[in-house]
C-alpha cells in the first residue's frame, strides 16, 4: 500500500471510531460489536472500539460472523477478547441468530 493511501485510510477508520463513539450514549443497554470472523481480530481499531465501550462500562457482547465461510476462524476472537461473550454465526444463513438473541438477553436484560 502507498504511504498516501495509508493516510487516507487511517483518516477514514478515525473518523469511523469517531463517529461510534458519539452514539455510546447514557441511554443504551450495552452494545454488539460485529466482527469478520475470517480476519484477524488484532487490529487497532477493534482493540480501541471495545476499550473505549468498556470505559464507557457498557456490557458487550461480541458477534463473530461469516461462520458460514470456510476460513472462519471464531475461536481467534473468542481468544482476542476472553472477558465477552462472544456468539459465532452466519448473518448469511441464518445460523445461531437465536443464540444471539439469548445472549442479549442475558447481557442486556
Not at 14 to 36: F, P, Q, S
Not at 41 to 46: D, K, M, R, S
Not at 49 to 55: A, D
Not at 60 to 78: E, G, H, S, T
Amino acid at each position: 500500500m502507498e504511504k498516501d493511501e495509508a493516510i487516507i485510510r487511517a483518516r477514514e477508520a478515525t473518523e469511523g471510531v469517531a463517529e461510534a463513539m458519539h452514539w455510546l450514549r447514557e441511554d443504551i443497554d450495552g452494545v454488539i460489536y460485529m466482527l469478520d470472523s475470517t480476519l484477524d481480530p488484532f487490529l487497532q481499531v477493534n482493540i480501541m472500539m471495545i476499550g473505549i465501550i468498556e470505559s464507557r462500562r457498557l456490557p458487550v457482547i461480541i458477534v463473530a460472523n461469516k461462520i458460514d465461510l470456510p476460513d472462519a476462524i471464531p475461536a481467534r476472537i473468542r481468544s482476542a477478547f476472553p472477558q465477552h461473550p462472544v456468539v459465532a454465526v452466519s448473518g448469511l444463513e441464518g445460523r445461531n441468530v437465536e443464540s444471539l438473541y439469548e445472549t442479549m438477553l442475558e447481557c442486556f436484560g
